[in-house]
């Protein structure tokens, strides 16, 4: 008889290892757990309404995610228009055409094996329906199976070098050395019922204290000079991360008009392979802000300016490259996310001593 299948008052021990993550040497454990007189989880329902009834908070605070609307996100959906890959359906259309309109929902985290899968046990959920205790959900297991993956064999990219690599960027941060996982910041508990948030680029606080920016300028024989610093805070992986298209722009302008800027992003190009048989597109390049006790990102801005009181600075997060936003019928608007933004006083420039 399988794990899954119901059984009077009994659990059932299945470890195992997930194929993604056998190199970081994660190990999870699962208890299945199926009182008497219980049904497969299907006679439950899958739609997020069904869990809706008995879960009423967590529902709401689900649709009004990014999750909710993987599948109908406006930048997304300009994207797949345009490349229909069957790789990204896997994570922006896990329930199929069927339940597509709900995304990322409750099943697709909490749906196994004809079971409800939980991180921790409840007498009341238990008895509601069959549990699968799987302590790996409330870890960084559960979110790299759509935030970790390789480039897809499709002969331009590497399909040695992963596509997005949040997953290895929290391993090498001091969150990770202190314990602290993705549901730390992305899913914070707001009551009995958990945190279903999942906090990201819509969230203006979160995206605020991701990183902190401090902006020096300061003359020279050429005219003005910006140096900036960028170094991340609030954040467990690098900035920004994800999807390789996304960049951060550290833009300057004076008061009277010079202005520069420098991004924070993956360059990718086509170069040859360690073989030289053949030639792929990958990064040669990243300067994004490292994970938080991984340094930080800093570069000198060169402004042709003489004469300034003040420069001001923003920091924006693009999602796609507006060229590209474009092309894809998309307004700045919808790319763009505003960061930090703010004003320095820029010191007198000091004259040269006179010497006699």
């Known amino acids: 008889m399988a794990a899954h299948e119901v059984w009077p008052l009994r659990v059932a021990f299945v470890v195992g290892l997930f194929g993604a993550f056998v190199a970081s040497g994660i190990v999870v454990s699962s208890i299945v757990i199926s009182p008497d007189g219980h049904d497969r989880v299907g006679a439950i329902g899958l739609d997020p309404a069904a869990c809706a009834s008995c879960h009423p908070k967590a529902a709401r605070q689900w649709r009004g995610s ?26 922006h259309d896990p329930a199929g055409e069927a339940g597509r309109e709900h995304g990322i929902d409750c099943a697709t985290c909490h749906v196994r094996d004809g079971a409800i899968v939980v991180s921790a046990s409840s007498e009341a959920a238990a008895a509601a329906h069959p549990l699968l205790v799987d302590p790996s959900l409330n870890g960084v297991t559960a979110c790299g199976w759509c935030h970790q993956f390789e480039f897809t064999d499709d002969g331009i990219h590497d399909p040695t070098e992963l596509l997005q690599a949040t997953v290895d960027e929290w391993a090498s941060s001091q969150y990770a050395e202190r314990g602290e996982t993705c549901t730390d910041c992305h899913m914070p508990r707001r009551g009995a019922s958990g945190g279903h948030v999942f906090l990201g680029l819509n969230d203006p606080s979160l995206m605020a204290s991701a990183v902190d920016v401090v902006v020096h300028p300061s003359w020279s024989a050429a005219g003005l000079d910006v140096h900036v610093k960028v170094t991340a805070r609030r954040i467990g992986h690098a900035f920004p991360t994800g999807d390789v298209f996304r960049r951060a722009v550290l833009s300057v302008r004076t008061d009277g008009g010079a202005q520069a800027s420098v991004s924070m992003q993956r360059w990718l190009a086509r170069t040859a392979d360690d073989d030289g048989q053949a030639s792929h597109v990958r990064t040669v390049e990243d300067t994004r802000v490292p994970p938080p006790g991984r340094g930080a990102f800093e570069d000198t801005l060169h402004l042709g300016e003489s004469e300034t009181a003040s420069v001001h600075w923003a920091l ?17 608007s919808q790319v763009a996310v505003p960061i930090a933004a703010g004003t320095v006083a820029v010191p007198p420039i000091r004259q040269p001593a006179l010497h006699r």
């Open 66 to 91: 990014l999750h909710a609307h993987a599948w109908d996100d406006p930048v997304f959906v300009a994207e797949y228009a345009a490349a229909p890959a069957a790789s990204c359906r896997g994570c």
């Open 316 to 332: 924006t997060l693009y999602r796609l490259p507006l060229a590209r936003a474009r092309k894809r019928g998309l307004s700045a």
